[in-house]
T-cell receptor, first 113, second 115 residues
Framework: GQNIDQPTEMTATEGAIVQINCTYQ??????LFWYQQHAGEAPTFLSY????GLEEKGRFSSFLSRSKGYSYLLLKELQMKDSASYLC??????????????FGKGTKLSVIP | DADVTQTPRNRITKTGKRIMLECSQT?????MYWYRQDPGLGLRLIYY???????NKGEISDGYSVSRQAQAKFSLSLESAIPNQTALYFC??????????????FGPGTRLTVL
């Protein structure tokens, strides 16, 4: 089976830094995505890692260690609008050269003043 | 703007009714997906299609069927709705030609309630 774990909820203070962890055990791996989802809205793409290391994109960074089955999303200079759920998703082979995403249950981040 | 749209956005129905949720996209993507999202369970893949003649089951396809009428349209049907199909349903698209990330783009969602 596929297993992707991330904390259910986190709270952080405006202006601070927060790290959201994701561990995975999947049959096959072809990259890891982070999506942001505001309540009642569609998920939107944040970042992608396929090789080990850190990818930086403005206030957001994502790290991957394939040997440890581990990723994290780092959010700096938190703003109130960053209050949302953050979804970790692993892309894995689904046969015939195609891929599908398997999502974790998401981490609900609350940013407080 | 190229987009992914879903109709209806909200639907309340009764147990046993047949329901169709529709998804259209103007992104020119060949790949389309249906997910459901439940509190505490995350997004789960129902069906996906990589072109008009291709339909594949996801992890929770029982009780659902799909139709890919054209490259731009992918419909999800509940033949006989039951209360545990109450959920938020998302359609998504991606492009096999990729680009750097080959990420999926999600529609706005359909909130379905089965009484």
């Amino acid at each position: 089976g596929q297993n992707i774990d991330q904390p259910t909820e986190m709270t952080a203070t405006e202006g601070a830094i927060v790290q959201i962890n994701c561990t995975y055990q999947t049959s096959g791996f072809n990259g890891l995505f982070w999506y942001q989802q505001h309540a009642g809205e569609a998920p939107t793409f944040l970042s992608y890692n396929v090789l080990d290391g850190l990818e930086e994109k403005g206030r957001f960074s994502s790290f991957l260690s394939r040997s440890k089955g581990y990723s994290y999303l780092l959010l700096k200079e938190l703003q109130m609008k960053d209050s949302a759920s953050y979804l970790c998703a692993v892309r894995r082979p689904s046969g015939a050269g195609s891929y599908q995403l398997t999502f974790g249950k998401g981490t609900k981040l609350s940013v407080i003043p | 703007d190229a987009d992914v749209t879903q109709t209806p956005r909200n639907r309340i129905t009764k147990t046993g009714k047949r329901i169709m949720l529709e998804c259209s996209q103007t992104k020119g993507h060949d790949r389309m997906y249906w997910y459901r999202q439940d509190p505490g369970l995350g997004l789960r893949l129902i069906y996906y299609s990589f072109d008009v003649k291709d339909i594949n089951k996801g992890e929770i396809s029982d009780g659902y069927s799909v139709s890919r009428q054209a490259q731009a349209k992918f419909s999800l049907s509940l033949e006989s709705a039951i209360p545990n199909q109450t959920a938020l349903y998302f359609c998504a698209t991606s492009d096999k030609r990729g680009g750097r990330y080959n990420e999926q783009f999600f529609g706005p969602g359909t909130r379905l309630t089965v009484l």
